[in-house]
C-alpha cells in the first residue's frame, strides 16, 4: 500500500467515520509539522491522522520533534494508521489510539485516550495551519475576496427573485457545530 492511498483513506475515515467537518491533509505550514490528515470536529476538537506504510517508517516517527516533545504537536486526538497488525498496541504513544486498514477498510483498532492532547501552544499551530490554508484559497479565488465567496449563495437568492433555490438553506439558519461550545 502507498501512503497516498493511506492518507486519502484516513481523510475518508475522519469525515464519514469520525464526523469531522473539516478535513486537510498534507498541508504545509511555517511551524514545521506537516500532519498527513487532520481534522475538525464540533467544539474545535481536532484529530490528527499519521499514516504508516512500513514499520521503518513508524519507528523513525518517534525522533520528529513533534514526537520527542508532544506537547507542542496538533491534534486533540491522535492516531497513527497503518496496515492491519503491523504496529502493537504497546508501541503506540501515550493517549494515542490506532487505525488499521485491511483491504479498503479502515477500523479503529485501538481506541485514543480520553485526555485532550492539544495544549495552546498546539492550538496556536493549528490556527496557523488553518490561517495557511485559507490564504491558499484566497490566491486561488482572486481577485474576489473568500467573504464574497462565502456569501455565494446571497448571491444566488438576488438572481432567484430573493428566493434560495430548492435545498439551499439560508446563512441565518445553517447550524455551524464548530462553534458550539
Known sequence: ????QLVARAADWLRHKYGCG???????CVTGEVPDVIGWKASCQSVLVECKVSRGDFLADANKPFR????DALGSKRFYLAPAGM???????????LLECQGREVEMAVKPGKLDLRSPVGLMKEMNLLLASLRRVEVRIEPQTITEFLK???????YNGGRLPEGIVAPEEEKNSYVTL
Open 1 to 4: 500500500m502507498k501512503h497516498g
Open 22 to 28: 473539516i478535513v486537510l491533509s498534507e498541508q504545509y
Open 68 to 71: 520527542l516533545h508532544p506537547e
Open 87 to 97: 504496529i502493537a498496541q504497546e508501541e503506540l504513544p501515550k493517549y494515542w489510539g
Open 152 to 158: 455565494w449563495k446571497n448571491r444566488m437568492a438576488e
